[in-house]
């Protein structure tokens, strides 16, 4: 478990900082256009409770485009690292569907390839749904029928909460249930975290803990699934 993070914050700190009021600039151009952007530094890119990046930083960025009627279209990129050899890079590109049914309700359908280029033979595509209500609380399932590009079924499910606090300040937690086909020598793992985060305009600032159970290192690797500190430090747009 990595338990200082100076060097990492300190660079996230001044990265986005120094981000902030360009972004904030162009949002207020582009506050009509339908597109919208972020960019983020973290010390280590945690998907599901796994090491992307053999717990060493990552640099991110997004565009998504959005209609006035909730079908949304976009990419997000990402430097990772599984090893030696490719990938690199993880390059997503997603499109997918939002809507309010009820009063704080809303339900997001969305459909995920996962590419990286280089190792060609791991992309893979994954359905996702996610469903928030009280404006709190969600529901994510997701499926795919070629998890990793092993040609096999994979499900994952999620519950957590976000809670605004005051001084622009928020507590969330999560927890995550990743199934594998019985077919390929993968255990089902359960993820979970607890993040605390700081708004400032269009910075956000979040430090979360994330940990998976003993299936996780069975799956991954002990360094990869153990338990980790990450901060993540993000610019938004508009």
Not at 130 to 157: C, I, M, P, Q, R
Not at 191 to 217: A, H, R
Request: charged share 15%; aromatic share 16%; glycine share 10%.
């Amino acid at each position: 478990m990595k338990k200082s993070l100076p060097f990492a914050c300190a660079a996230v700190l001044a990265l986005s900082t120094l981000s902030a009021t360009a972004f904030a600039q162009e949002a207020e151009e582009e506050d009509s256009s339908g597109f919208s952007g972020t960019f983020a530094v973290t010390n280590d890119y945690v998907f599901r409770g796994i090491s992307q990046t053999n717990e060493d930083p990552a640099f991110q960025a997004g565009l998504t485009y959005t209609t006035p009627f909730g079908l949304y279209v976009g990419t997000w990129v990402s430097n990772v690292d599984f090893g030696a050899g490719d990938p690199d890079w993880e390059v997503d590109g997603f499109i997918g569907y939002g809507i309010d049914f009820a009063e704080n309700w809303n339900f997001d359908v969305m459909v995920n390839r996962y590419n990286y280029p280089g190792a060609g033979a791991s992309n893979y595509n994954e359905l996702i749904t996610k469903t928030t209500f009280l404006d709190t609380y969600s529901l994510t399932v997701a499926y795919t029928n070629d998890v990793y590009g092993l040609d096999e079924n994979s499900f994952y499910y999620a519950l957590g909460a976000d809670w605004a606090l005051p001084s622009d300040f928020s507590v969330g937690v999560h927890v995550g249930r990743t199934t594998y086909s019985s077919s390929i020598d993968y255990k089902d793992y359960t993820d979970y975290s607890v993040t605390v985060g700081k708004t400032w305009g269009p910075l956000n600032l979040t430090v979360g803990y994330y940990d998976t159970d003993s299936s996780g290192e069975y799956d991954f690797g002990k360094q990869n699934s153990d338990s980790r500190i990450a901060a993540v430090a993000t610019v938004s747009w508009p």
